[in-house]
């Protein structure tokens, strides 16, 4: 296991399979999904590096469960390490000499668990999106016949059934029946929706960790599922240090240092998980809201409030998006319970 390295390419269709011992590489073979799982079972432990892609985390688990000790690797550090052109073959060696590099850091992989929750979260997500652009078409064309229908999922389902069993808009047989299918359509993202909602709280109910994660300020249940799915399970070690955790969702400011000096910016436009990043953001934002409006409570409050004072709301939220991936991070990996302190003064 320890001088020899195996690269793994995933692709739909095939899997390029290379191998590295004493400093050189012994085999760089293409084999189907079958051959592969048949060859980690029969094959010795080994160390297996695998490019972080759509299947990684169901190889990774795999290779563990076959008994090999297996790591991911990021595909831009894999594209930046890679020389020549891109091929399969070129992309397995890219992964062997990107995984010898030093201090290298690896993606640590999700458990099954942590897949079911992410499928949820984004079927949630895509169904969000799916029924604000339906209601922002449906109303759209219906202002085409000055027809305004109230912003609210009831509203607009009651407004198009209206509009249609009125018999004195002249609406032929065949719109009609138009209209009724994008109201039953509208209807099913609503349902769809409520279902997964139902899920994520059934989950977090059920879920230690998570119930954990409620009691932070800013945290309801989709962002408990996010931080729980983003930090990970205390023994995959995912990140080191909670702020490490934070920058990587992109909630620190960015560093531009040269020559002894020290420069930093804002927390940055572009981030790996943009969604991730604004919906802790905006629960971050809701209790900086609700602890302006108030009188102090906890020693958070306290510092919210001066922050808020110095830097504005915007910046409040952001920090307070910061300081609670930090301590996510500390009672995921410590197994403690979050507790205000309350202020006393």
Not at 32 to 49: D, G, Q, R
Not at 171 to 189: D, G, H, I, M, P
Not at 260 to 278: A, P
Request: glycine content about 6%; some cysteine; aromatic content about 6%.
């Amino acid at each position: 296991m320890k001088n020899t390295i195996v690269s793994v390419d995933l692709a739909k269709e095939v899997i390029q399979v290379c191998t590295y011992t004493n400093k050189k590489v012994r085999s760089n073979s293409e084999m189907t999904h079958h051959e592969f799982l048949i060859w980690l079972f029969k094959a010795k432990p080994t160390f297996i590096v695998f490019e972080a892609c759509g299947t990684s985390n169901y190889w990774e688990q795999k290779a563990i469960e076959a008994g090999h000790k297996a790591e991911l690797i990021s595909a831009k550090l894999v594209a930046t390490v890679r020389q020549n052109q891109k091929t399969d073959k070129n992309d397995a060696l890219a992964i062997i000499q990107a995984a010898q590099l030093p201090e290298i850091n690896f993606i640590k992989g999700k458990n099954i668990e942590q897949q079911q929750l992410q499928s949820v979260l984004r079927l949630r997500e895509l169904a969000i999106k799916q029924k604000t652009a339906l209601s922002n078409q449906i109303k759209g064309l219906l202002l085409e016949f000055n027809v305004r229908i109230v912003n609210k999922d009831g509203g607009i389902i009651a407004g198009i059934k209206a509009y249609i069993e009125d018999a004195k808009n002249e609406l032929t047989f065949e719109f009609r029946a138009v209209l009724n299918t994008a109201s039953k359509q509208y209807e099913l993202l609503v349902e769809a929706i409520a279902t997964y909602d139902m899920s994520l709280e059934r989950t977090v109910g059920q879920h230690d960790d998570c119930k954990k994660l409620l009691k932070l300020e800013g945290v309801g249940t989709v962002n408990a599922v996010n931080l729980y799915i983003a930090l990970g399970c205390a023994e995959l070690g995912t990140f080191s240090k909670g702020k490490d955790a934070s920058a990587c969702i992109g909630l620190t400011p960015l560093q531009y240092s040269s020559g002894g000096k020290v420069k930093l910016g804002s927390i940055g436009k572009y981030v790996k998980n943009s969604t991730l990043r604004s919906q802790l953001i905006v629960g971050a934002m809701s209790a900086v809201s609700h602890a302006v409006r108030r009188k102090a409570v906890t020693k958070k409050d306290v510092w919210i409030k001066a922050l808020v004072e110095r830097k504005g709301k915007k910046c409040a939220a952001v920090a307070l998006a910061n300081k609670t991936v930090r301590t996510a991070f500390a009672m995921l990996t410590q197994g403690t319970e979050y507790k205000a302190e309350y202020n006393l003064a």
